[in-house]
């Protein structure tokens, strides 16, 4: 069994972005049902889980009656779901979506990425929010241009841009450990694949995880944005605990501090 499930790996990753159900997975891989398959069930899920852990694969999610697994960078996303999101903001031109109507047209998988698809697709400006009342619309920032002659900015970078020059991450303290991005990766790629997948994770996790003062997970972090390795995104939401907004990035020139991170291209 233990030379068989080494090509689990293979076919999850053959799979692409349709995934693997765990019921294809276990017919592939262990077979009719019997008092013998429940001790090679046992060690498929062992070898999920260690997957899962490593990174390699990420799931499982729930999408009907099935439970899908993908390997690291396929399947659906926040990124993919905020697409999503911006053709159908698109697609309406100057009728304004409201977030309910939104939510009711994104499918299949992409749909429990909706609430955080949408915040990704506001923190980028792809897509303009309006609040009136209690009820959210959304306009495509192209639509905008086109329609209303709003000059559309870029995205907001995490570090200063009125305040005069730039400034550098501080020194390291000789007391404090030093932290590399090799360091962070693999316990980012933990913490994703335990949040499902979800590319966008907090930095309050990461301190913990890595067990080290925030301030030298924010050196590594402002240093890693300006390369141009992650994005740093600010919260959009009053209802995230204390210890996750203390444990953000206060830039100046920003109001919200920076409290989750996105790794790019980590394969």
């Not at 019997?34 to 069930?41: D, L, Q, V």
């Not at 316990?187 to 994770?201: C, D, N, P, T």
């Not at 995104?233 to 920076?258: C, K, N, Q, W, Y």
Request: with cysteine; net charge positive; proline share 9%.
């Amino acid at each position: 069994m233990s030379s068989k499930l080494d090509n689990l790996l293979p076919a999850i990753i053959d799979a692409r972005d349709a995934g693997l159900t765990i019921g294809v997975i276990k017919a592939k891989f262990i077979g009719k049902t019997s008092a013998k398959a429940k001790g090679r069930e046992a060690e498929l899920r062992d070898k999920l889980a260690s997957l899962v852990r490593e990174g390699a694969i990420w799931g499982p999610l729930k999408h009907g009656r099935s439970q899908f697994y993908f390997a690291a960078g396929r399947g659906p996303s926040i990124e993919t779901a905020s697409a999503a999101v911006a053709r159908l903001v698109l697609q309406s031109g100057v009728k304004l979506r409201t977030r309910t109507a939104l939510e009711e047209e994104i499918k299949g998988k992409d749909k429990p990425f909706f609430p955080d698809a949408v915040k990704h697709a506001v923190a980028n400006r792809v897509v303009v929010e309006l609040t009136c009342g209690r009820s959210k619309y959304y306009f495509h920032r192209d639509v905008a241009a086109d329609y209303f002659g709003f000059e559309m900015l870029p995205p907001p970078e995490p570090t200063p841009s009125s305040s005069g020059p730039t400034p550098g991450p501080e020194p390291t303290p000789p007391s404090e450990p030093p932290l590399a991005f090799e360091d962070l990766l693999p316990v980012y790629r933990r913490l994703k694949a335990e949040q499902g997948g979800f590319s966008a994770v907090k930095l309050f996790d990461l301190v913990k995880a890595l067990n080290v003062p925030k301030e030298v997970l924010h050196r590594l972090l402002v240093a890693e944005a300006k390369a141009g390795r992650v994005t740093l995104h600010p919260t959009t939401s009053v209802e995230l605990p204390a210890e996750v907004i203390d444990a953000g990035i206060r830039l100046p020139g920003f109001a919200e501090p920076f409290v989750t991170v996105v790794v790019k291209n980590e394969q």
